[in-house]
């Protein structure tokens, strides 16, 4: 269904990133969207400016990050960031993995310095090879939303703002684990940075057992004050 082109120059590249390295200790945090931010390497300064926005700078090594524990159960994230819509330079991704596991399953959208258009990733670090693939989306100044989603079959879609760009089923990628995420930034060189303007995730409803009986219990309670 989607034409791919494998990126052979991405691969490479983020494969000497380390995204699975451990938090540095110097990491420096900010809140965002309600969520603790950390930088990943230590060495980016993130900052939230006066619009609320998070800002993400690239490091000498042209890679910076800011990572938080997601929710138990997350199946969907999102988030919005500014894209220049020029080809070398600072640019946007959102990554989502569990840095807990051994072998983490990494999934990621957004933008790449030096390509045209927008990608998509899934790999198993470790296990199997790195899978980018083009979204054919060519990339445009201005503001847009990545999200990825787990839907309970154990696919995985991508979203690019609210359009279905990719998707990988269970049996050729497993059914990973949503525990981190990574608001990244890549670019040609250190001191760029990516903006990062809301972020958002998804678990699960609760039963509808418990949310009617706390509401029939808070109907029960009114009634009774109001005797």
Request: charged share 10%; glycine share 10%; aromatic share 12%.
């Amino acid at each position: 269904m989607f034409k791919t082109r494998l990126i052979v120059k991405l691969v490479f590249t983020l494969s000497s990133v380390a995204l699975l390295a451990s938090f540095s200790a110097t990491a420096n945090t900010v809140t965002f969207a309600g969520y603790p931010f950390q930088s990943l390497y230590g060495t980016e300064n993130l900052v939230i400016d006066s619009s609320g926005n998070l800002l993400v700078p690239t490091t000498a090594s042209d890679f910076g990050g800011a990572s938080t524990a997601l929710p138990t159960g997350t199946t969907l994230l999102s988030t919005t960031f500014l894209d220049s819509g020029v080809v070398v330079g600072p640019a946007a991704e959102l990554w989502a993995q569990d840095f807990a596991a051994v072998h983490p399953y990494e999934t990621a959208i957004g933008a790449f310095s030096g390509y045209a258009d927008y990608y998509f990733l899934y790999r198993i670090d470790g296990v199997g090879s790195e899978t980018f693939l083009t979204t054919n989306v060519a990339r445009t100044a201005g503001s847009h939303t990545a999200a990825i989603e787990l839907l309970s079959n154990g696919t995985v879609d991508f979203l690019l703002d609210n359009a279905l760009v990719g998707s990988v089923n269970s049996s050729a990628f497993g059914i990973p684990v949503l525990g981190n995420v990574v608001l990244t930034a890549n670019g040609s060189a250190a001191g760029q940075q990516a903006t990062f303007t809301s972020f958002a995730v998804v678990t699960p409803e609760p039963p509808y057992g418990p949310c009617l009986i706390g509401a029939f219990a808070a109907l029960l309670i009114v009634r009774t004050r109001s005797r």
